[in-house]
């Protein structure tokens, strides 16, 4: 039997936010109780021992082409990418990372900063060119992973820099275009936006430049100043160090390598104090029938 509409829905919002949080503040999460109980799996759950076996249950009917939604695709980058050719200790990940008036879905920082447009069978590509534009202003590098459906059309808009994936009906990925790391094209203004205040000033402080010595009401006024006449591709190269120290994931890599693969970029977007993620590998291994009884 196919799986509906209706049930892709439910399986889709097991991997929300909403269900984090809540296994994160007690260890159990009536939404998922609620959402498995409406879905399919607990007829499987003779099979399924955990939770966290349902989770994989749930991820491996919604990687179906023709069925996936954005999530899918960034567990694709997560796994294939971050933690298939680069490691936790080597890469910081950026979730919905602002740039201009967009926000980036993923952004890997390595040696470089890649920014990940993702473009699922279920999203439209009439934003596509501004958030292009956006962020090509802030990131070196930029790839829109899309559905196969969607390739032509995004060669079509995207720039000769930007790359073209697509996930594959096999769930790899796979390059239609390779994009090219170009930081100069950066805007050292668009980056400052993107920026906390402290991490901005770190920049500063890493390239020689005396920190401001004004009122917080007044600090973004004075670091445009600062920012507007330096170098693109020198403010970006600083950018991608001061950032994968202010934001590394090194602490937990150990933690997300031993996670059910299904949830790791969950997790990882979900900035889970040590004690919430303690907590959310607890439910993790709870068995299923026990967390069907969550309320």
Not at 127 to 150: C, G, K, M
Not at 238 to 246: D, E, G, W
Not at 249 to 256: A, F, L, N, R
Request: aromatic share 4%.
């Amino acid at each position: 039997m196919g799986t509906d509409k209706t049930e892709l829905a439910v399986l889709a919002r097991l991997f929300a936010p909403a269900v984090f949080r809540e296994l994160g503040r007690s260890g159990e999460s009536p939404l998922f109780s609620r959402l498995i109980r409406q879905s399919r799996i607990p007829s499987d759950r003779g099979s399924l021992p955990t939770v966290g076996a349902a989770f994989e249950r749930a991820f491996q009917i919604l990687r179906t082409l023709g069925m996936r939604d954005e999530y899918v695709y960034r567990s694709a980058i997560i796994q294939k990418v971050v933690l298939g050719r680069h490691s936790l200790r080597t890469a910081s990940v950026l979730n919905e990372a602002r740039a201009g008036v967009c926000r980036a879905d993923l952004v890997v920082l390595n040696g470089t900063s890649t920014a990940y447009e993702i473009k699922s069978e279920r999203d439209s590509l009439a934003r596509l060119a501004n958030q292009l534009e956006n962020y090509r202003r802030v990131f070196a590098t930029v790839n829109v992973l899309a559905s196969p459906s969607h390739v032509p059309h995004v060669l079509a808009v995207a720039p000769e820099d930007v790359g073209v994936l697509a996930l594959s009906s096999r769930y790899t990925i796979h390059t239609v275009r390779a994009a090219l790391n170009v930081p100069e094209r950066t805007s050292p203004l668009a980056i400052l936006d993107a920026l906390r205040a402290n991490e901005a000033v770190s920049i500063l402080d890493a390239l020689g430049i005396d920190r401001p010595l004004v009122a917080n009401t007044r600090l973004r006024t004075v670091l445009k100043e600062a920012f507007a006449g330096l170098d693109p591709a020198v403010v970006h190269n600083q950018m991608v160090q001061t950032l994968r120290s202010s934001r590394s994931h090194v602490s937990i890599e150990t933690y997300i390598a031993d996670l059910p693969a299904s949830v790791r970029a969950a997790v990882l977007s979900g900035n889970l104090s040590s004690h919430s993620r303690s907590l959310v590998r607890q439910a993790i291994e709870t068995p299923l029938d026990a967390a069907l009884t969550w309320s």
